[in-house]
């Protein structure tokens, strides 16, 4: 049974004297109960009874993924996502997008929390035959939606010209070169390690490799200036920075959709716009990228 409180527990509990306690039994509601000719209190009823009297109460914050007109991406950077932005108000005027560089594992764990829209990831397996179906189903309760945004191709950003004459990963082993590096949230950081493993290389010997950036772009920038001889990045900041590159292969970079938020109006503009012919020229202006499966649903597969 719960906790009774007699009539100068009461008072104490609400701080006024016990003669007031009677009159608000009588003229405001104060739950009670006589038993034996004394009064007693449920204190959990008398708590609410004060809950419900409360004036001004502060508002519970609204979630943000239920705010009308507003998209919130969360996950890993690119170049051609960050240019879609303000196409994507440009269309849809009455929208706001925002997008928070997180990470592919950090835009996961912000799906998660329901701190987002959706997420963008390019999160392969070990053994990269596929991407983000494992990293998803492991982070979210429900398997997700996943829908393609594009093909980027992924390498190392080095010096105009290459003057160290870098190849392959393999290469920056030698002791006179410097590298930078991504964050360990960063899916292209996860590459780098898996490239460096397969070359036979101790990341702890590499010059630069505890020095991490947050964008692909600032990678190419260090390069740029001569603060490191190479760094992994997409294709697009070579050509962006002038700055040469050398491959390691294509990969997919998606949208991760919760199925509860799929056919939200934000979410379905927002991939209405990946067929539109904006959008494309957008990106056959930049390098590096391939628009074969761009706006394809590749999680769950129609039959």
């Known amino acids: 049974m719960e906790k009774l409180l007699s009539t100068k527990e009461v008072a104490r509990f609400l701080g ?6 009677y009159t608000l039994i009588t ?19 008398v708590e609410q009874w004060v809950e419900s009297k409360t004036i001004n109460y502060p508002k519970q914050l609204e979630s943000a993924v239920q705010i009308p007109n507003l998209l919130l991406i969360a996950g890993s950077n690119d170049i051609l996502l960050d240019r879609s ?8 005027p009455e929208q706001t997008v925002l997008f ?12 998660r929390r329901g701190q987002c829209h959706l997420a963008t990831s390019h999160l392969a397996q070990e053994d990269n035959q596929e991407y983000n179906f494992a990293f998803a189903a492991s982070e979210l309760d429900e398997v997700p939606a996943l829908v393609n945004f594009c093909r980027r191709e992924q390498g190392l950003v080095v010096a105009k010209g290459n003057p160290r004459g870098i190849r ?18 960063a899916s292209t950081r996860l590459l780098f390690d898996r490239e460096i493993l397969k070359a036979g290389l101790d990341c702890r010997q590499l010059p630069g490799y505890e020095r991490e950036l947050a964008s692909h772009v600032e990678v190419g920038l260090e390069v740029l200036a001569g603060r490191a001889d190479a760094g992994p990045a997409i294709g697009a900041v070579a050509a962006l920075l002038d700055l040469d590159f050398i491959p390691l292969g294509w ?36 390098t590096g990228y391939d628009l074969s499966l761009c706006g394809k649903m590749i999680y769950p597969r129609s039959r």
């Open 16 to 21: 006024i004297n016990e003669k007031m306690v």
């Open 251 to 286: 990969e997919r970079f998606d949208l991760i959709i919760p199925k509860d938020g799929f056919f939200s109006k934000s979410v379905q503009l927002f991939l209405e716009m990946l067929h539109g012919q904006p959008f494309r020229a957008l990106a056959e202006s930049l």
């Open 100 to 111: 928070g560089n997180l990470g592919s594992l950090g835009g996961l764990k912000a799906l």
């Open 27 to 45: 003229e405001k509601g104060l739950p009670a109960t006589k038993i034996t000719g004394k009064w007693l209190f449920p204190k959990e009823l």
């Open 85 to 92: 932005l303000p196409l994507f108000r440009k269309l849809n």
């Open 168 to 185: 392959a990963v393999a290469d920056l082993g030698a002791r006179d070169l410097c590298v930078v590096n991504r964050p360990l949230e």
